[in-house]
RNA sequence: GCUCCCGUCAUCUAGUGGUCAGGAUCUCCGCCUUUCAAGCGGAAGGUAUCGGUUCGAUUCCGAUCGGGAGUGCCA
């Protein structure tokens, strides 16, 4: 067997959508499972709305998942050009052999009159669909001008094909039209111009969303038109809002930077994407790579889905507890950008690395990381108002004063010396713990809530530990008296 | 209207002609605990409806309802 060629084809008309994650994330899969190879192509036919800037960040986004394409933009390869715009020789030769077989013929109406057409239909049945009435379809003589190239539809039989996902599906030809596939400025259209790359291209396997299920009968005839073999098909479910709409910006994130920019990790993000739509028995998460061994077309799911932001977090979070799925050199690596929006952009990876276990269990962004990273890294912590109203009060002044001496003595300063050391402290001054842990976290993180006291101040270390729970007492000595 | 596609907890999903219909997220309760998490234990929650086939249907078939895609010189 041949090894399998796949593609993923996105329209450079902005951010790099979610759903198109998957669609490249599935293709991606199933080349790099089977050694087959992943194009990437860029369809820019749309002139209106391509832009150079929405192609960089489409390219910079995938870079950003690990998404590796091995032909493409950037990289190169024996099938290029790789995007559609500088392919226009090619759909030419193309349409002119479609003409010369038959296939298809020139079409002299204008656009206007064809609205025109379709205006009156219209007016006069607004339930009737309206075809291209074929008043090209057998004309004689094609001048020169101005025209657009219609591809002569088949109008018997049906067109069938085994879709990976879906199965059997047959479509008649009745109802089909003679589409254009080249407009009159010689950019092809879309069902064209994938068709004639794909061909070009090699491609056996043309894996999308379902929402181009819709565009597979036509394309099939292209296909045998150009007497080009057809490639398999894998439809993918859609991946609707919430509300079932389709899911767009009015629904809150969905270009891949916003979640990167929200600190996700990048393979938690396919975890996620990989899941909607596919399963492999009741596992939920996955590295990588054991995305890439499970991943089948069987295990494909046939219905619509709604995007959960929740479900997606917590996956997020899967990935940033385990040091499998995201090792701490490289949690550190992508938390020191967040660290540095914070203003903290002096803080080094090590730095990071030996303080990351206390919020290992915590985090579920790296933005929540940065966050609660955020005092270790500062001279004094940033107090949070309501904690040093409710623990730095009067009284707890003596006890964090106390606590600082207790610790003081320390011979070591490890976590089991400092909680016994405190225990000791404790018990002799008629204590408990509770007595003095809100007031020392304060003290020392400028929260109410953080990880365990052993390990913050272990990590803070003795000199700023001191000095914090001296401050600590300080402004306890200073609050208001308790009315 | 027409063509094509889909339908298991709120959400992502597993599964089978006979199962207590399983897991995960979310929610709720409890345990643990110096806080917040994490962890552990528990609870709630589903086969869209109606027919048929069958000894037996969530599973097979049909209809209905519901949802989606398209009906462009967009992709």
Redesign the pocket.
């Known amino acids: 067997m041949t090894k399998p060629r796949l593609r993923f084809a996105p ?1 450079p008309t902005g951010y790099l959508h979610i759903g198109g994650v998957r669609t490249a994330l599935f293709n991606w899969l199933w080349a790099r499972k089977t050694g087959g190879t992943f194009v990437l192509r860029i ?1 820019d ?2 002139r209106e ?1 391509s832009t150079d800037a929405s192609r960089e960040i489409i390219l910079e986004s995938l870079r950003w998942l690990g998404l590796s394409w091995d032909e493409g933009p950037g990289v190169g390869g024996a099938h290029g050009p790789y995007m559609q715009t500088e392919r226009l020789a090619i759909y030419k030769e193309h349409t002119d052999r479609l003409i010369a077989s038959g296939h298809a013929f020139r079409c002299y ?3 206007e009159e ?1 609205d025109a057409q ?1 205006e009156a239909l219209k007016k006069r049945d607004p ?6 009435p074929g008043t090209c379809r057998d004309r004689r003589g094609e001048p020169d001008e101005r025209h ?1 190239v219609r591809f002569k539809a088949p109008r018997d039989g049906a067109v069938t094909y085994v879709d990976k996902v ?2 059997e ?4 030809n009745v ?1 089909n039209q003679d ?2 596939i080249m ?3 010689g ?1 092809p ?3 064209f111009g994938a068709v004639v790359d794909d061909v070009t291209m090699g491609i056996t396997l043309v894996a999308r969303g ?6 597979t009968p036509p394309q099939i005839l292209l296909y045998q038109a150009l007497g080009a073999p057809v490639p398999e098909f894998a439809h993918l ?2 991946m ?1 809002a ?1 509300n ?3 899911l767009s910006k009015r629904h809150g994130a969905v270009s891949v930077t916003e979640y990167r920019d929200k600190g996700y990790a990048p393979a938690a993000v396919l975890n996620y994407l990989a ?3 596919w ?1 492999f ?2 596992q ?1 998460i996955f590295s990588r790579d054991e995305l890439v061994q499970a991943f089948s077309w069987e ?1 494909c ?6 995007f ?1 932001d ?2 997606f977090l ?1 996956i997020d979070h899967e990935h940033l ?1 385990s040091e499998r799925l995201l090792p701490a050199s490289d949690y550190a690596e992508s938390v020191l950008p967040f660290l540095a929006q914070r203003g903290l952009s002096g803080v080094t990876k090590e730095a990071v690395t030996r303080a990351l276990y206390t919020v290992r ?2 985090a579920r962004t790296f933005v929540e990381a940065a966050d609660m990273l955020d005092y270790f890294f500062r001279d004094a912590p940033v107090m949070d108002e309501k904690a040093q109203k409710k623990f730095l009060v009067k009284d707890a002044a003596a006890r964090l004063r106390g606590l600082r001496d207790a610790l003081a003595g320390a011979d070591e300063w490890t976590e089991a010396a400092l909680e016994a050391r405190a225990n000791a402290h404790l018990e002799a001054a008629g204590l408990q ?2 007595d003095v ?2 007031p020392a ?1 304060v003290a020392l993180t400028g929260r ?7 390990q913050v101040l272990f990590v803070l270390g003795r000199d700023a530990s001191l000095a914090r729970l001296s401050r600590g007492a300080e402004i306890a000595d200073a609050s208001a008296s308790p009315a």
């Open positions: 329209s369809e036919t749309d709305r109406c204008t656009k064809l379709r339930k009737a669909q309206f075809k291209y657009v879906f199965g599906v047959t479509t008649p109802e589409f254009v407009r009159s400025d950019v259209l879309y069902n379902r929402d181009h299920m819709i565009n479910p859609m609707l919430p079932g709409e389709r899941r909607f739509g399963s028995g009741d939920e295990a799911g046939r219905g619509d889905g709604k959960d929740k479900k917590s507890k269990e915590r713990i509770k842990a809100q976290r109410s809530a953080s990880p365990g006291l052993y």
